[in-house]
């Protein structure tokens, strides 16, 4: 349920203290930042949207993590890899 | 797009299908549910069981929130949006959810002013434009969206805007999942847990099912990866025989959870002592209504509401899909009476809904396209 | 002469020059059938698609039509808002209808254009308009040769509603599509939807999308030249998305056809929309692309021949005809998931979940 | 066969089953190009209209329409009420442009329909609708080949309208008009109009009025057929009414045109409600009328005509071409008075001076 | 149609038209002022000016209810018009009407409601209809008009609607003739007096004309035979040397009035000490306002009016026509800058406008038409 | 000014005594009668019709007078009857 997609704070809204502007994948939209007022945000940062709110920021060294499981299981991973590379589906 | 397209990436998700093949005992079943909604979405809208070994069975369980909606609550909604003073509000997933006579597009035709929201703060700003018409916004969602409820009403409350108000809907995902470990007609080996709802709640709160139901539940991403992932992660506490809460979304859900978030739930809404949820019946404790605090925010006290239980269709088999206890082709009106266009249930309404998600990405001849 | 008769000849010769529309506003009166209709057409409409067929004003065109088969297509087009980023109702009004034209294999050649404008549309507005479909007119190499104009009362219509009918000459026949065929789209896909609803303003979304609004008969009939008995459909891919066309051509043809997912030209920012609302850019509306089912053998030719026109340089094969779940789409995805691709419900909303 | 590819293959027969619509009133669904769009498309438009034209549901329709120079017309029709004593909106939209056709010499031959339906507009009166269209264009004997629909959300239009666009296949060509041709109305005047005052119950008036709406073109080419080459003009008297017309016509020869009050024909009711509201029943619209240029020699044989015709029984010679006061039209009373009978200005209302 | 069609009789007409030539004298001109628009109406849709003598010249009056009403109370009423929650009623009449920044027309493309009616009643009916709006019909016409508006108050007054009022109008034929009699720059030989007026007022108020100012006039209907018996019955007037005031119109006309009528207009109207004219400038004791016991419905005192007076465009020539001094085509804008889809002053709007009705009707080349 | 139109009172609204039913050339309308309360007002009585309300009875003997008129001024009125007579201008 409820969909979260991620975004990348790039810059703030000068009236409201608890709005910032979020890109994703070049289009803006001003979201309430106000339920990551503990996270010390920053340009830059990438944060979870949910309906019009940053829900959560990103961590990147998590965000590598999961990408890191795979290379821990083994040698699997590279064989698809390689077969991968020998094909040709474009 | 970052953060999304690597978790899509051919070469992992074929890699780690590749394992869970290899993890898999092939002499032994695997049950496990999504709990959420957004899982049954990405299992469907990516294929993702035709990677799957035929012993790895997925059940999709009842996080979505459209799906759980009562009719009556529907009713109750069209009866607000009827008053000619009223402009009722909601998100898109509310259009075409099926009341005792008629959903939002069809009160929409009749002449009722309801229209779409994409956020709460939205239908806030079409009150303050709007001063001489009630707005009315119709709150769905479980604690992943119930924070943006609360933040608008408290946004409401400061600026002092009197013409708003919030039929709120909102339920809780753990007595969900605890009417579900409580049925007696289902076999489970573990759960994918709800990503976005443990962005604000944390993990901690699932830490009894592995205690006093002895089954692993893994929190999880919504990418393909992060699925096979979790799977993977299920399928080794199966075989180390552990079973533990585990985070494989970390990179959003703090253990923790929102401390931000859930203080505004606690601030702007209060525990009902009962909800109906469709097809699983009346639960304790398991949704939120406006606190007293706010009870001039609170539709529920600020219309006279019909509030009639509306029994299901009879034909409607929600609760047992819901509870994973039937697959959608199995309900004995799935895709010739209920249909998307024409939906019976709930769950073939929300993309989110396991009949919806198999009607739409899922009805095909598997065997042809794999021969 | 006397005095009297000076005047009334000076008022003849007054009624004789080109009216001057001075209403700021469209008014009921511009749609009663007198002077103000008259003016209007005349000051406004006749000066912008001006030619030899429209001007007699008549009851309809005469048109020398010559042999062979016509197509003959109708839509209404009723966007708003009426201005967006890369176009208006104007020239979409005339590319859809010369587009229409161009999937039946047809050389557009004449159009008519029917207008409901609401009381108090502002008369700028119209130029607009108007300005806007001769253009596209011209450009698409068509005529603008009969029309009508209806005002309503405010309240009653949302500013200007277009409906432009077009005739085409038939030029090129279609053969039946068969397992193996390439299917093809032109371009990128869900820009114009996504375009509109940014312009819109209703989910406070920013960003640099344009509509994709262009006529399609250049492109269609250079693919149709090139490799000639080879195309077996052409559909432009407006309301209801690619997704909606595929699901049209797999029911006509009684086959399925299987998209692979990688292969789908989006660009990001539709694709950034698409993500925040919760919405497929396959069931976005286009209204610059095609898709083309073409045979297999010569869909590489095909797509090579779209790349060289500008309004086809991102085409791409994007799937196959396919035997089996006969009038089904399917998608295949990177790393061999598979689901159906089925027809829209409802219009696309923005959801939660 | 598994039990879930048994429930598949039942699905699949389901879906293939001609769709019915269950809602009973249009949602904003029915526009969005999907699945109800269809459903609507199939059961209401296919259902009331089908024919092998129309059956391939394609982006146009394909026509065999041989050689010859085709006529081509388009008109959108918003009347309110959408039903009235004497007809609806639908039959009005097919006779209107059958007429239009049949006014430029052709035979009418082929339709395309675009609806604009608002949010809300019950299923039951679109079905209205289109059965009248369908009654009207089989009794025109032209077939709706293509079309489009468009829903707009509830107070963005008024229930319904409709463009009808036409081709037909011209048959006859007029001459030039001169000096002492007579001038004829085919029957009473300004029935469809009064009929739409009255039924619009803004004024409190009753009276057993109806439109005249009626397809024309059989009743035109029975006059080309019985003068040939003797029909300078002919003109149906829509919008703006008999007096539009004539000065459209007096203005394109460049000659007058003197009508004699006397012999106009207008029913008892019809003069009634004018004289109650102030209005001048040669500016209340017709929608089965037209006035015919006609040599004046052959006037005698082409009222005869005309009048052998259901809809010509009280056809009428009211008036003549003449000389001087160029793009004027004169009315001559009975006692031999004469004035200007000039363009409506504005909409025919109610005066009380 | 009865009481019409045998007044139009040719054969009548035409013998009629004889005894008039017959009647004339020769070297003589005569100038006849019809003063009311109707009659003007009349003379030139059925081309009457064909059927007189050379010199035989008519003049048209002030008689115009549309005409005479100054741009400032146009302005006015649509100032009411724009209120939100206005709806504006008048006769179809007022649509075109130029006020300082456009016309009723104008105004309703801009977003006002303002609708037409056929009756006061209808207003009224709209006024019950809307009970949240304030519907305001906006009253004009000469007595003709006024009893009908005060009897739609009364009945206001007497089932208590509240959202209703009149923006009142009314105006008063005899100091409208007093100030045609008293302009300088006019030889009249006789008037044709109002028909419907008189239906309501009688014919003694004319009385004066023939006492003090030696004019004779003939009250008169509205068909061809009426209008040419009139002139024949002052052509025989002048050759007798009489000066009095004739009832052509008695089928209709009761010497008397209607004192039921003016009763009416006596309890709810009240006269106003001045009131402009257009073109006339402001004469005393010539129009109706609201009476101070129902200013209940008087929109004067309910709507808060910028009541400015707005100078009649510089080319405006249309006190001179309505004064009879000018003959419609003799203004310097007529036809050209003046016609009725852009009338510049008010005699160009009304059907029963002096250049409306010129304009309209008889536009063209007599001497073609004769020849 | 104001127009006016000849109607024939055919019937009555049974609910409100001031309403009149007139029939104008076939077409009817209600109508206030509320102004001619001391004319003692028959159906068939011919009424003149302003704005929805009836102004003024019409009286059949002076309607007639006015169509006498010309027969009071002698021959010209037989002489052009004549001419009509034996001319064809339909
Ligand atoms: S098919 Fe329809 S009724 Fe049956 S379980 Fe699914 S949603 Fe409910
Ligand atoms: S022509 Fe126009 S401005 Fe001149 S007097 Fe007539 S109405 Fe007035
Ligand atoms: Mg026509
Ligand atoms: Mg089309
Ligand atoms: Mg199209
Ligand atoms: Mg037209
Ligand atoms: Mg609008
Ligand atoms: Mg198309
Ligand atoms: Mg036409
Ligand atoms: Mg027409
Ligand atoms: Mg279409
Ligand atoms: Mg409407």
Not at chain 2, 307 to 332: F, H, I, T
Not at chain 3, 38 to 62: I, K, M, S
Not at chain 3, 90 to 98: R, W
Request: glycine residues 12%.
């Amino acid at each position: 349920m409820c969909l979260g997609i991620p975004g990348e704070l790039v810059g703030y809204v000068e009236e409201q203290a608890d709005l910032g502007v979020v890109d994703v994948a070049g289009v803006r939209r001003r979201i309430n930042i106000g339920l990551l007022v503990n996270e010390d945000l920053r340009l830059g940062d990438w944060v979870l949207v949910h309906v019009g709110f940053a829900l959560s920021k990103i961590s990147e060294s998590e965000a590598r993590a999961v990408l890191d499981y795979l290379e821990g299981l083994g040698q699997a991973y590279d064989d698809e890899l390689d077969a991968l590379r020998g094909s040709d589906i474009s | 797009m970052k953060f999304v397209d690597e978790y899509r990436d051919a070469g992992r998700v074929r890699a780690l299908a590749d394992e869970i093949a290899a993890l898999c005992d092939p002499g032994r079943r695997y049950t496990f549910m999504e709990v959420c909604g957004g899982h049954t979405h990405t299992i469907y809208k990516h294929g993702l069981e035709d990677l799957l070994p035929e012993n790895v069975t997925l059940v999709h369980g009842p996080g979505c929130p459209v799906c759980v909606i009562p009719m009556g609550r529907v009713d109750d909604a069209i009866h607000i949006a009827r008053q000619p003073d009223v402009i009722m509000t909601s998100f898109g997933d509310m259009t075409r959810v099926p009341g005792g006579s008629g959903s939002f597009l069809d009160a929409k035709a009749a002449g009722a002013d309801i229209r779409m929201v994409y956020s709460p703060l939205d239908a806030l700003k079409i009150a303050r434009a709007n001063p001489d018409r009630r707005v009315v916004f119709m709150a769905i969602g479980f604690e992943t969206t119930a924070p943006s409820t609360a933040m608008t009403v408290l946004r409401a409350a400061e600026e002092g805007i009197a013409n708003f108000s919030v039929f709120c809907n909102h339920v809780l995902i753990i007595p969900g999942i605890r009417a579900i470990l409580d049925s007696p007609d289902l076999r489970l080996d573990g759960f994918i847990g709800p990503g976005h709802v443990s962005a604000v709640i944390g993990c901690r709160p699932y830490a009894f099912i592995a205690r006093d139901y002895g089954k692993p539940l893994v929190v999880a991403g919504f990418e393909p990866l992060d699925i096979l992932q979790s799977i993977h992660m299920l399928l080794t506490q199966l075989a180390q025989g552990r079973t533990e809460v585990e985070n494989q979304y970390a990179r959003v859900v703090p253990w923790a959870g929102n401390p931000v978030a859930m203080e505004a739930i606690g601030r702007v809404m209060r525990l009902r002592p009962y909800f109906e949820w469709r097809g699983l019946g009346s639960i304790a404790d398991s949704a939120l209504g406006v606190a007293d605090a706010y009870a001039a925010f609170d539709a529920e006290r600020l219309f006279d509401l019909p509030g009639l239980r509306v029994a299901d269709p009879k034909s409607c088999q929600c609760g047992e899909v819901l509870k994973g206890v039937l697959k959608p082709w199995e309900c004995k009106v799935f895709g010739t009476a209920c249909t998307p266009e024409t939906p019976i249930g709930t769950c073939m309404v929300s993309s989110e809904g396991a009949c919806a998600a198999y009607y739409t990405f899922g009805r095909f001849n598997r065997e042809a396209i794999r021969a | 002469m006397s005095r009297e008769q000076q005047v009334l000849d000076r008022i003849e010769r007054a009624r004789r020059r080109r009216p001057v529309v001075r209403d700021e506003r469209i008014t009921m009166a511009h749609g009663a059938g007198g002077k103000a209709t008259r003016t209007l057409v005349e000051a406004v409409f006749v000066e912008a698609f001006g030619n030899p067929l429209l001007a007699p004003l008549g009851d309809g065109a005469t048109l020398p039509a010559g042999a062979g088969d016509l197509a003959f297509t109708t839509d209404a087009f009723v966007v708003s808002p009426l201005f967006f980023p890369g176009g208006d109702i104007g020239d979409l009004a005339v590319n859809g209808t010369v587009n229409d034209l161009a999937m039946c294999g047809a050389r557009p050649r004449y159009l008519s254009a029917g207008f409901i404008l609401e009381e108090g549309f502002p008369v700028a507005d119209l130029r607009r308009v108007t300005a806007s479909m001769a253009a596209a007119a011209s450009a698409a190499g068509v005529t603008i040769v009969t029309g009508d104009t209806k005002v309503v009362e405010r309240g009653k219509a949302d500013g200007c509603y277009v409906t432009t009918t077009g005739v085409g000459t038939v030029e090129h026949a279609f053969s039946a599509a068969r397992p193996g065929d390439a299917v093809i789209v032109s371009g990128p896909i869900g820009e114009h939807g996504a375009a509109i609803m940014l312009a819109r303003g209703d989910f406070g979304i920013e960003g640099d999308i344009a509509s994709d609004t262009a006529p399609l008969h250049g492109l269609a009939l250079a693919l149709l030249e090139a490799v000639p008995g080879q195309v077996r459909a052409l559909r432009d891919a407006t309301r209801g998305g690619v997704a909606t066309v595929l699901n049209e051509l797999a029911g006509t043809a009684g086959l399925s056809i299987t998209v692979e997912e990688d292969t789908l030209p989006v660009r990001p920012p539709v694709t950034g929309v698409c993500e925040l609302l919760g919405l497929d850019p396959l069931y976005v509306a286009c209204e610059g692309r095609f898709v083309a089912v073409v045979a297999g053998e010569h869909a590489e030719r095909a797509v090579e021949t779209l790349r060289g026109h500008a309004l086809g340089a991102q085409a791409a094969v994007i799937g196959r005809v396919e035997e089996g779940n006969p009038g089904m789409v399917l998608l295949r995805t990177g790393f061999g998931g598979t689901r159906v691709v089925d027809v829209l419900v409802g219009d696309p909303l923005p959801r939660i979940c």
